[in-house]
């Protein structure tokens, strides 16, 4: 099947606005017959099924957790962009549309990222409207931070909270319309298979995690929101239940599946402590705001820190290597994520890597408190002052700025990161790939939608800071309700989806026999087990560099992990109970397959862009030298691979990308 | 590290639960406290046991989702986190650590550690609102300045994560300080005014449904409640539910 993105046709800026104009509607009556199912309740998932709802279309709702509220987008800390042009700094949606494709190295589509753009301003409008208590200035206007890769504050906020406070606020709406009926909602709810009625998504098949029970749910339309693959390398900032099951589900009912190299690597988590770590946490991207970036100059210093003999104060400042300000002295510090990652893994690689497992580098304050308390000390007059007070002085300022996230780190570290340099050490975030979508947020199956971080539509190959929350709230507030009423309107005359079908049969028996083999294998080894071994291979040879040796290794090794997973995996309890580890087997399971692709998308992407880094791919002399090359000649498509069976025959399907309205250059930090 | 620990084992909820004794060797301080239950759980699925089911999720201690009763304390023995947050640094070698559900008539056991919270789901439906269409042309965001103290304030009392330690805590399973914490954030902001007075009612009268107890100013929901949400939101609820009472 050819891709067609269903771009309209017309100059950019009026793409959305015309496309809206011309849509077929439903009228209100009308809605009332139609069932839209929404798997997932996170931004995208928790403001789509509130908008949907409002509209009076029937909605069923489905998340894993106990409460929508609980699904991972409450945990973004630092805010969310919208081309608002409060701080009068020159923001308009051109310049965010330009930021976003820039900083996605250009591979995203134009025309969805200046739609994201145009409706960012009302996100912010709909959230205060709702009760999200952002930040505000003394005035009592809304305040502004900014984020990397930009020259402009359009960033809002709400503490280091923001993600807690717009899934709260697009819960509350979705309790509204819970109260009013008009959606159920089903809690402790896994999704296992979508429901197929003459190459249409009309439903799905759920289990119910309480009591174990395999339900059928029918619906005119089915979406799916239900979040990245970044588990993938088992230990990632991701939640622990995040999964890929829905999306790679789809894809095997037909979706194609796009980009899945595409990965974001996030430069400032608190590294591994040891092999019973169970999760990655992220540190907020403001810290480079005011932190160095350092490892030991000489070899045998980070030897003797990794041996615990040398402490990190005791070396003197020309003992120390700022690589960041050293390689890149434009940007030093605050080098976007994709390339302050790779430099913390060579600085590491070639050894100097500072506590026991080596993988780690100091982010240092010391000279932010020292730099704050000088100011202080002007400001307050203090003459000659002591070097005691002007740490003291500094430190209140780096405290009333950061203070939550040090005690974060002391908690989990059990040192003080004002006395002693912060360690930190990259960790998988956010997958920017995700299921193909054409400009609906429609997949390759009919009725089968794709939204949020799922989908792979706006972020190209490297996402910037608080543009995620930005994109799972545009697509369910303001994008998909009006795309999938184009679509409902040829469904006015279908009545209710009946489940007593043969398509209903099978796929609940391929999904009961699924399960039932995973309770009655006689296996030796844990889920786990497995997943950790996976998540090995993708974090050494498919994460932060990767090289074609190592691919073709990983997908013979993820092939055969899959393979002994079949025959050993060992799952206790039964089927019809609550059961966390069936619940991880099928996820695993889907995991396994899923990592092969993504091993094969890298294989076939032979240039470096954004988050995916071929060590073949970099620039050979010139000022960028050694820089990740990108090839706008051979590789600006998006990889759209169609399920065949087996991950390593998946088929590529290639949607070339047009760059109209903004010119292709090569980023440059130097 | 080496451990006892006695864990609440229930089979589902209509089982009769009891405590059980379970011992974990070469625990590292460095460990959170849901990582010596995975250890736990593996060396379980590795003798051929159940593990022991246990709510969590986000691990950063933000999505409200673990809920263990550790030493007779919600989220354990430490202040400001969640029970994913807390780590083993705080047990010494030898100790023996018993681990209970949340208990509260409203928080029936599902199994094990894992309870049920869908009361707190049922009170927010009640009022726990705005009521606002999503339409791309609600006023600007900018429209009405909400002063800094009040948004602030507003921010301190939205920031709590709906994991019941409150309810979890208080002698009288209350779970004022969860319902005053939602009824604050709106009472606050010039936009929560219209609905106000339903708001409180409604989401009080849930409440009562529910079957939470009543308050008695014993303060122990603050002190263990992880987000440190201020006993001042419960003496506001009261304040709006008068007000609302009397109009």
């Known amino acids: ?670 | 590290m080496n451990l006892t620990l006695k864990i609440w084992r229930q089979k589902d909820s209509n089982a009769k639960g009891q405590m059980v004794d379970y011992k974990v060797t070469d625990i590292s301080e460095h460990m959170s406290f849901l990582e010596m239950m995975d250890v736990l759980n593996e060396q379980l699925v590795n003798a051929g046991e159940e593990p022991v089911a246990f709510d969590h999720d986000c691990r950063e201690g933000i999505c409200g989702m673990c809920s263990m009763y550790i030493n007779g304390e919600a989220h354990g023995p430490d202040r400001g986190i969640t029970t994913c947050q807390l780590h083993m640094r705080m047990f010494k070698d030898g100790d023996t650590i018993t681990i209970e559900p949340f208990r509260a008539a409203a928080f029936p056991v599902i199994k094990d550690l894992v309870v049920d919270r869908m009361a707190f789901e049922r009170i927010q439906q009640a009022g726990g609102y705005i009521s606002v269409n999503t339409s791309g042309n609600t006023q600007d965001a900018n429209a009405i300045p909400i002063s800094k103290h009040a948004a602030d304030e507003a921010m301190d009392a939205a920031t709590c994560i709906g994991c019941g330690a409150c309810v979890a805590t208080c002698k009288n399973s209350s779970a004022m300080l969860f319902v005053g914490a939602k009824v604050s954030q709106y009472a606050l902001l010039p936009q929560g005014q219209v609905e106000a007075a339903d708001r409180v009612k409604n989401m009080v009268a849930q409440m009562d449904l529910e079957g939470f107890g009543n308050c008695t100013n014993t303060g122990a929901c603050e002190v263990e409640c992880p987000k440190g949400i201020s006993l001042d939101n419960i003496a506001r609820m009261n304040r709006e539910l008068m007000k609302a009472n009397i109009s």
């Open chain 1, 1 to 670: 099947m050819a891709l067609n993105s269903k771009v309209p046709k017309g100059p950019i800026k009026d793409k959305w606005t015309d496309y809206k104009n011309h849509i077929d509607l439903v009228n209100p009556a009308n809605k009332r017959h139609i069932d839209v199912i929404v798997v997932g309740t996170g931004l995208a998932g928790g403001s789509a099924a509130a908008t949907l709802a409002e509209l009076g279309y029937n909605v069923k709702a489905f998340a894993y957790q106990d409460s929508p509220r609980r699904a991972h987008s409450i945990a973004a800390q630092g805010g969310i962009n919208a081309a608002k042009n409060y701080q009068g700094d020159g923001d308009s949606t051109y310049r965010l549309f330009y930021d976003t494709v820039k900083g996605g190295d250009y591979r995203s589509r134009e025309a969805n990222v200046h739609r994201l753009a145009e409706v960012s301003a009302n996100i912010i409008d709909q959230c205060v409207a709702q009760g999200v208590p952002f930040a505000r200035d003394y005035g009592g206007l809304l305040d502004n931070r900014s984020f990397g890769g930009v020259l402009v504050s359009r960033t809002f906020y709400a503490k280091g909270q923001t993600g807690q406070q717009l899934l709260l606020g697009a819960y509350s709406a979705m309790n509204r319309q819970i109260a009013r009926g008009k959606i159920e909602m089903f809690n402790r709810h896994e999704m296992l298979d979508v429901v197929k009625v003459d190459g249409k998504a009309r439903g799905i098949i759920a289990r119910n995690l309480i009591t174990g029970e395999i339900e059928r749910h029918s619906a005119h339309a089915v979406v799916i929101a239900t979040g990245g693959y970044g588990n993938v390398y088992f230990l990632s900032t991701n939640a622990m239940g995040s999964n890929a099951t829905a999306a790679w589900k789809i894809h095997k009912k037909g979706a194609y599946f796009a980009n899945p190299c595409y990965t974001q690597i996030h430069p400032t988590c608190i590294p591994r402590s040891g092999d019973y770590q169970s999760k990655l946490t992220l540190m907020s991207e403001s810290l480079r705001n005011d932190g160095r970036i350092w490892v030991p100059k000489k070899i045998e210093d980070a030897q003797a820190i990794q041996q615990g003999k040398l402490k990190p104060t005791d070396l003197a400042e020309e003992d120390r290597d700022y690589y960041l300000e050293r390689r890149y002295p434009a940007f030093g510090n605050l080098v976007p994520r994709d390339v302050a990652s790779r430099a913390a893994k060579e600085r590491c690689d070639a050894g100097f890597g500072v506590n026991a497992t080596g993988e780690a580098v100091y982010l240092d304050f010391a000279a932010a408190i020292e730099r704050y308390g000088k100011e202080q000390a002007k400001i307050q007059n203090i003459d000659n002052p002591s070097g005691g007070k002007i740490y003291e002085l500094g430190q209140a300022i780096v405290e009333a700025k950061y203070g939550n996230l040090f005690q974060m780190y002391e908690k989990i570290v059990d040192e003080n990161p004002y006395e002693t340099p912060m360690m930190i050490y990259p960790a998988t975030h956010y997958t920017m790939g995700g299921v193909w979508v054409d400009y609906n947020l429609m997949t390759t199956v009919e009725g089968l939608y794709c939204i949020g971080e799922a989908n792979f539509s706006d972020h190209g190959a490297n996402r910037l800071g608080a543009s995620a929350l930005m994109q799972g709230l545009a697509d369910g507030y303001f994008v998909l309700p009006y795309t999938i009423g184009d679509y409902l309107s040829n469904d006015i005359r279908t009545g209710k989806i009946p489940t007593d079908t043969k398509e209903f049969d099978d796929a609940e028996k391929e999904v009961k026999d699924r399960i039932n083999f995973f309770t009655n294998n006689k296996g030796t080894k844990s889920v786990d087990h497995f997943h950790k071994r996976l998540g090995k291979v993708m974090w050494d040879k498919v994460g932060m560099a990767r090289n074609e040796k190592g691919l073709k290794e990983a997908m013979a090794e993820i092939k055969a992990i899959r393979e002994e997973f079949w025959k050993e995996v060992k799952v206790p309890g039964s089927a019809n109970e609550m059961n966390p580890e069936l619940e991880k087997a099928g996820r695993v399971a889907d995991f396994l397959e899923l990592g092969e692709l993504f091993a094969k998308d890298a294989l076939v992407r032979e240039e470096s862009c954004g988050g995916h880094f071929r060590e073949e791919s970099v620039e050979l002399d010139g000022p960028q030298k050694g820089e990740a090359k990108r090839n706008d000649e051979d590789f600006a498509f998006v990889s759209a691979w169609e399920y065949k069976g087996e991950p390593a025959d998946a088929v590529l399907h290639k949607e070339e990308l047009e760059f109209n309205d903004i010119e292709l250059k090569q980023r440059s930090y130097k």
